[in-house]
């Protein structure tokens, strides 16, 4: 049986501020959620995003938190910045906090000391809770990251994960503590036990009846078609389609000196430093409609060429089958590939074609070198998400690395909306 709906309806808070000490910064934002009728929302479920400038204060603010809403579970991180509704702060010590009041049996905390589950397998009869996607923040230091990131996949019924990872210089930490847990002490001495992580992940899954609509803006454009890596050597790629990959680089950039003159460097590399690459699998979607990245592509840099053998080297180990179409990003691409994301989970709540579902909250994980300055000004990123969007609350912040499906990105942008 699906839960009993809650009385006021799937509703989210959100409450943002800045200030360098840590306990004042957290009385800004709780005046805001009180303001708004915190205490009376009945929130099970809460995210918590702080910049590094107050992540030595992590402690402090979570166990304000949970003072003033003892039954409410967190997730969260410590970014370069934090991120609000159409608001960006970067460089500056700031808070932004958001409350859901989602029914208790549709999410689960999960951390270093109580992981999720294994799924069942899809053949077998179900018993018990079952993830089906999950948020995950994580420290980038943590070994074997990607394997962890593919194994936490592997325990959702969908495979799909949405998060980033932690920025701070000095404190790399995460947050996630579940009230129910009997270790979740507040006057103990132990970070953990108080919902702070250094290392490793943490977050929180949700069941299927949790209406989650996420899309990953990658920020680029291709500048030449999808080609088949046909010969690779780790990260050397030797061919493109069975033509020199170098070759094909250089067709791909315009770039008309032949590659046996002197002056091919002098016109070509200029434009290399401003390309990319876009990878997928073999059985994966590289291109969208042909005209943009889809959901499994994967950008990473090129990190040298070889000319004597015609090789292009790359920042991720290929192998052959795999799809490649190089790119270049700017700020006019940045901005028009968040619209285009924009415009597909607007459509996603379209009245006509979903007459029972509205956006009533969202999370945006940002690259630290995206934000404002990338697209043009202060806060314009956010300008653009909070344009297609409405003023639903959203917070999030500026990650060392952003996490879609099972993939780590650089330079991307995920945004996830959750709908009543």
């Not at 019924?157 to 949405?162: N, P």
């Given at each position: 049986?699906?839960?009993?709906?809650?009385?006021?309806?799937?509703?989210?808070?959100?409450?943002?501020a800045?200030?360098?000490q840590?306990d004042?910064?957290?009385e800004l934002?709780?005046a805001?959620?009180?303001?708004q009728?915190?205490?009376?929302?009945?929130?099970?479920?809460?995210?918590?995003?702080?910049?590094?400038?107050?992540?030595h204060?992590?402690?402090?603010?979570?166990?304000?938190?949970?003072?003033?809403l003892?039954?409410?579970?967190?997730?969260g991180a410590?970014?370069?910045?934090?991120?609000?509704?159409?608001v960006?702060?970067?460089?500056?010590?700031a808070?932004?906090?958001?409350?859901?009041?989602?029914p208790?049996?549709?999410?689960?905390?999960?951390?270093?000391r109580?992981?999720?589950?294994?799924?069942?397998?899809?053949?077998?009869?179900?018993?018990?809770?079952?993830?089906?996607?999950?948020q995950?923040?994580?420290d980038?230091?943590?070994?074997?990251?990607?394997?962890?990131?593919?194994?936490?996949?592997?325990?959702t019924?969908?495979?799909?994960?949405?998060g980033?990872?932690?920025?701070g210089?000095?404190?790399?930490?995460?947050?996630?503590?579940?009230p129910?847990?009997?270790a979740?002490?507040?006057?103990s001495q132990?970070?953990?036990?108080?919902?702070?992580?250094?290392?490793?992940?943490?977050?929180?899954?949700?069941?299927?009846?949790?209406?989650?609509?996420?899309?990953v803006?990658?920020?680029?454009?291709?500048?030449?078609?999808?080609?088949?890596?046909?010969?690779?050597?780790?990260?050397?790629?030797?061919?493109?389609?069975?033509?020199?990959?170098?070759?094909?680089?250089?067709?791909?950039?315009?770039?008309?000196a032949?590659?046996?003159?002197?002056?091919?460097?002098?016109?070509?590399?200029?434009?290399?430093?401003?390309?990319?690459?876009?990878l997928?699998?073999?059985?994966?979607?590289?291109?969208?409609?042909?005209?943009?990245?889809?959901?499994?592509?994967r950008?990473?840099?090129?990190?040298?060429?070889?000319?004597?053998?015609?090789?292009?080297?790359?920042?991720?180990?290929?192998?052959?089958?795999?799809?490649?179409?190089?790119?270049?990003?700017?700020?006019?691409?940045?901005?028009?590939?968040?619209?285009?994301?924009?415009?597909?989970i607007?459509?996603?709540?379209?009245?006509?074609?979903h007459?029972?579902s509205?956006?009533?909250?969202?999370?945006?994980v940002?690259?630290?070198?995206?934000?404002?300055?990338h697209?043009g000004?202060?806060?314009?990123?956010?300008?653009?998400?909070a344009?297609a969007?409405?003023?639903?609350?959203?917070?999030?912040?500026?990650?060392?690395?952003?996490?879609?499906?099972?993939?780590?990105?650089?330079?991307?942008?995920v945004?996830?909306?959750?709908?009543?």
């Open positions: 049986m699906p839960p009993a709906a809650h009385p006021l309806g799937l509703r989210c808070l959100h409450a943002h800045t200030h360098p840590p004042l910064a957290l934002v709780w805001q959620l009180a303001s009728g915190a205490r009376e929302l009945g929130a099970t479920l809460g995210w918590c995003y702080l910049s590094d400038e107050l992540a204060g992590a402690e402090v603010i979570l166990r304000g938190l949970r003072q003033h003892p039954d409410v579970a967190w997730v410590v970014g370069a910045g934090v991120l609000a509704t159409g960006e702060y970067l460089g500056e010590p808070l932004a906090v958001m409350l859901c009041n989602l208790h049996d549709d999410f689960r905390i999960f951390h270093g109580h992981p999720l589950p294994a799924a069942q397998a899809l053949s077998l009869p179900r018993t018990g809770w079952q993830a089906h996607v999950a995950v923040h994580a980038g230091q943590t070994p074997d990251l990607p394997d962890l990131l593919r194994e936490l996949a592997d325990r019924d969908t495979g799909y994960l949405f980033g990872l932690s920025a210089q000095a404190h790399s930490l995460h947050l996630a503590i579940d129910s847990d009997p979740a002490q507040l006057g132990d970070p953990g036990a108080l919902g702070v992580w250094h290392g490793g992940l943490s977050g929180v899954a949700f069941h299927q009846r949790v209406r989650l609509v996420s899309r803006t990658q920020g680029c454009a291709p500048v030449g078609p999808r080609r088949e890596i046909t010969a690779a050597d780790r990260h050397l790629v030797y061919e493109l389609d069975g033509q020199p990959a170098l070759q094909c680089l250089m067709q791909d950039l315009g770039v008309n032949s590659l046996r003159s002197p002056d091919w460097q002098r016109e070509a590399l200029p434009k290399v430093r401003m390309t990319l690459a876009g997928t699998e073999a059985h994966e979607d590289l291109l969208s409609h042909g005209a943009h990245f889809g959901a499994d592509s950008v990473r840099h090129l990190i040298g060429l070889d000319p004597a053998r015609q090789g292009v080297a790359l920042s991720e180990a290929v192998r052959t089958g795999m799809q490649l179409a190089f790119c270049q990003r700017d700020a006019h691409a940045a901005r028009q590939d968040l619209v285009r994301v924009c415009a597909e607007r459509e996603e709540f379209d009245p006509s074609e007459p029972d509205q956006p009533v909250g969202a999370i945006y940002s690259c630290t070198g995206r934000g404002g300055p697209f000004g202060p806060s314009a990123e956010m300008a653009v998400i344009h969007l409405g003023d639903i609350p959203l917070v999030g912040f500026f990650a060392a690395g952003e996490i879609s499906r099972h993939h780590l990105h650089g330079y991307t942008g945004l996830t909306v959750l709908g009543a």
